[in-house]
């Protein structure tokens, strides 16, 4: 499907060290090593309620992951999903008796929208679940014929075993996976299933849901074996980074290592599993099935800029969980101020220093709290002291636009 416009990156003068990042498989910070091109797959929205500021810190992440790949000379081939058929999106659909596709349809143009205005790069592959049945039927037929699958009555589940890796994304143990698995759409309980943690690959057709007639007979994907066959497609086995929010290390995100690794019969599916922490607000994660959202459309409806709602979101570790509170905005708002007046200036102190610190702290898990502490002092310095570099702060404009996405 259409993606957005993406923006354009300043080439900024060298180039930045390799990015490491927290695999959340290994439990530890690595140096991702990707060749000339990395493969980054990251999940898509469900589209059934607008872009949240939970969303939005996610994508800023990836976003961050691209430019400092591309920052160290490497091109990204970037694909993300999108939702547009599952249970949630058909239940609110239900629930207000609008058409399911309209609904989808609306909703993602509001993503698109709130992401252009963030300055997210974009995917060059924005692929839906819809266009992609095709491609996921051939798939489940594979791992029916390969005995990585089996039916249950009409609707067809993976089999946990076919995977001998299985567990090793999240690392957790049996205890905390059926718990999670049922929390997060899974079906532990369900009747006939070999194991409580086997998940949907195909729904066999209900009264009153949407289906494709296919090889398999009728009905809809499971969700895993969305994301699992859209970035085997289109990266490969073996991609750089895979991914998304916490909430996705399990089962999401396992499921769909486990799925390709049984279609394949190679392991790992991806590299990296890289995981943004939750957004909460008043102490709960920020989650359209809680209601407490904060809609980055409505913020900027409200007259917020965009690039101090991104500098609020930036100013917290990606991986840390984090509240969002009213004072987030106005005091990002007065720090964009700042910079804006500091770059306005005709001269200011060298910046040099500051283009390896923001690199430095940028390849270093994606330090942003770090970067921006950086930035605030070179800031104070040039609207204190001042200085001589005339081409000092077209530099910081860049390398603040290039490095954070910020456009000053
Ligand atoms: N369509 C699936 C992924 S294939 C899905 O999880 N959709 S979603 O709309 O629920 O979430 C989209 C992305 O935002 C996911 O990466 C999810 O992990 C992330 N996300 C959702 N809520 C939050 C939150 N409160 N804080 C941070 N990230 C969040
Ligand atoms: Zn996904």
Same mark, same amino acid.
């Given at each position: 499907m259409r993606s957005w416009p993406t923006c354009d990156v300043p080439r900024l003068p060298g180039r930045g060290p390799a990015l490491a990042l927290f695999d959340t498989a290994q439990g530890e910070v690595r140096v991702t090593d990707p060749g000339p091109t990395a493969g980054l797959y990251v999940c898509g929205i469900t589209p059934y309620d607008a872009t949240h500021l939970g969303h939005a810190a996610t994508y800023l992440a990836f976003d961050l992951v691209q430019r400092v790949w591309r920052d160290g000379g490497h091109a990204v081939r970037y694909v993300q999903n999108v939702t547009d058929v599952d249970d949630p999106l058909l239940e609110r659909a239900a629930h207000t008796g609008e058409n399911w596709m309209s609904l989808a349809e609306r909703e993602i143009e509001l993503f698109r929208a709130d992401m252009t205005a963030l300055r997210v790069l974009a995917p060059e592959d924005y692929i839906g679940a819809v266009e992609s049945v095709p491609e996921l039927a051939e798939a489940i037929t594979a791992l029916l014929a390969a005995g990585a699958a089996y039916p249950v009555g009409e609707d067809i589940y993976f089999d946990v075993t076919s995977s001998p890796q299985f567990g090793y994304e999240s690392g957790y143990d049996r205890d905390t996976m059926l718990s @999670?698995?049922?929390? %997060?759409?899974?079906d532990p309980e369900h009747a006939g299933k070999r194991d409580p943690l086997d998940s949907l690959l195909w729904r066999g057709n209900r009264p009153g849901e949407p289906f494709w007639d296919t090889a398999l007979g009728k009905g809809r994907p499971g969700?895993? /074996?969305?994301? &699992? !066959? /859209?970035? @085997?497609?289109q990266l490969g086995m073996g991609f750089d980074v895979q991914g998304g929010g916490s909430d996705l290390i399990f089962p999401h995100h396992e499921h769909s290592a486990a799925h390709a690794e049984a279609l394949t019969g190679t392991a790992p599916f991806a590299k990296h599993y890289v995981h943004a922490g939750? /957004?909460? @607000?008043?102490g709960e994660k920020m989650s359209k099935s809680r209601g407490n959202l904060v809609l980055v459309s409505k913020l900027r409806m409200g007259g917020v800029d965009p690039m101090a709602l991104r500098l609020a979101l930036l100013d917290g570790h990606y991986r840390a969980d984090r509240e969002w509170t009213g004072g987030r905005l106005p005091s990002a708002e007065a720090r964009l %101020?700042?910079?804006? &007046?500091? !770059?306005? @200036?005709?001269?200011?102190?060298?910046?040099?220093?500051l283009l390896a610190q923001v690199r430095a702290a940028l390849a270093d898990d994606l330090d942003t709290v770090r970067a921006l502490a950086a930035i605030d002092r070179w800031v104070e310095l040039a609207a204190g002291a001042g200085g001589h570099d005339t081409a000092a702060p077209v530099l910081v404009r860049q390398l603040v636009d290039a490095l954070l996405g910020i456009d000053l």
């Open positions: @999670l698995f049922a929390e %997060r759409g899974g969700w895993h /074996i969305e994301c &699992s !066959v /859209i970035a @085997l497609n939750m /957004i909460g @607000l008043d %101020r700042r910079w804006r &007046s500091a !770059v306005d @200036l005709r001269s200011g102190p060298p910046a040099e220093e």
